[in-house]
């Protein structure tokens, strides 16, 4: 099946500073690539995903890309503001594959002051 | 609207006790889904329902039990806890089950068993 691997597992950067998250993926045939934020004792929610025909997608602060032959995606985040705290998870999904969205293990993204 | 809706929020148990985690979604979605969240281990997949009507195993089943009851409410039945299923609990639905349709969640529930 589909692993999906996360890092850094815990990140810190200056306010109005870059962040960057990186995963890499198992399965070739995975084709979407979503996102999500997960705020102090919240549900995850999403916040910008790519699909596998699309090298890269903004949507203002916040931008993915994709390198397919690599097998790894990753979030971007500029001018880092305090709210951009949070856990971070990225997934890969497999059309056909069982109908299963797979996650990372996270990144706690601590943006200070 | 309210989207994905879990009770109990918290719950304390004791090794042996037996509980039910109910998710009810109001999006129409046709597939829902149980995570668990630890910490270092990201969200595993529990149990799925495709949709109404079918479930299916997903990473981490044992000691589960799930029940589409309709296509709005899915819960997920612990039999015989463990310490080892403190966690956290999320329910989530798609409008689809294949394709890249988005995944709401719930707001979790915080499972501890003593």
């Known amino acids: 099946g589909e692993n999906v691997e996360q890092h850094p597992s815990t990140l810190s950067v200056q306010e109005g500073d870059s962040a960057v998250i990186k995963c890499t993926y198992s399965?070739?045939?995975?084709?979407?690539f979503p996102w999500y934020k997960q705020e102090l004792g919240k549900g995850p929610q999403l916040i910008i995903d790519?699909?596998?025909?699309?090298g890269e997608k903004k949507d203002q602060r916040i931008a993915v890309t994709l390198n397919k032959t690599a097998k790894h995606f990753s979030l971007h985040i500029t001018e880092t503001q305090p709210e951009d705290s949070a856990v971070y998870f990225c997934?890969?999904?497999?059309?056909?594959?069982?109908?299963?969205?797979?996650f990372g293990t996270g990144t706690q993204l601590k943006v200070e002051l | 609207n309210a989207g994905v809706t879990q009770t109990p929020k918290f719950q304390v148990l004791k090794t042996g006790q037996s509980m039910t985690l109910q998710c009810a979604q109001d999006?129409?979605?046709?597939?829902m889904y149980w995570y668990r969240q630890d910490p270092g281990m990201g969200l595993r997949l529990i149990y799925y329902?495709?949709?109404?009507?079918?479930?299916d195993k997903g990473e981490v089943p044992n000691g589960y039990n799930v029940s589409r009851l309709n296509k709005r409410e899915f819960s997920l039945r612990l039999e015989s806890a463990a310490p080892s299923q403190t966690s956290v609990y999320f329910c989530?639905?798609?409008?689809?089950?294949?394709?890249?349709?988005?995944?709401?969640f719930g707001q979790g529930t915080r499972l501890t068993v003593v």
């Open positions: 790519i699909r596998s025909n699309v």
């Open positions: 997934a890969a999904y497999v059309t056909g594959g069982g109908n299963k969205l797979t």
């Open positions: 999006m129409n979605h046709n597939s």
């Open positions: 329902s495709a949709s109404e009507g079918t479930t």
């Open positions: 989530a639905s798609r409008r689809l089950p294949e394709g890249d349709t988005e995944a709401f």
């Open positions: 399965d070739s045939a995975s084709n979407y």
